[in-house]
């Protein structure tokens, strides 16, 4: 689960009666994302991030958080996610 699946991979092991619910690639997005987080309570929360947010962005921030020993990992990306679009507003100001 360390790379992230193609839209193809994503469509082929889709099984529309298991996932009823997940019927577009950004929900499956936020779905892998609150599973790397450990953090299912918030599951809507990074749903909506992977719609709204570049996707560069998110896997910069999840990296980031992959390779630290943090316990609440969400508050963590959340952190960095800040920390990034700050960067990228600031260079898109410039």
């Known amino acids: 689960m360390g790379s992230i699946k193609s839209i193809s991979d994503i469509l082929k092991s889709f099984n ?9 690639e950004f929900q499956s997005y936020g779905i892998y994302l609150c599973e790397q987080l450990n953090d299912y309570k918030h599951k809507s929360l990074y749903i909506k991030l992977a719609k709204t947010i570049h996707r560069f962005i998110l896997d910069k921030a999840l990296s980031y958080v992959k390779d630290s020993k943090a316990k609440n990992k969400g508050a963590l990306f959340m952190w960095k996610l800040k920390q990034l679009k700050g ?8």
């Open 16 to 24: 529309p009666r298991q996932d009823k619910y997940i019927s577009r």
């Open 87 to 94: 960067e990228e507003s600031k260079k898109k100001s410039e």
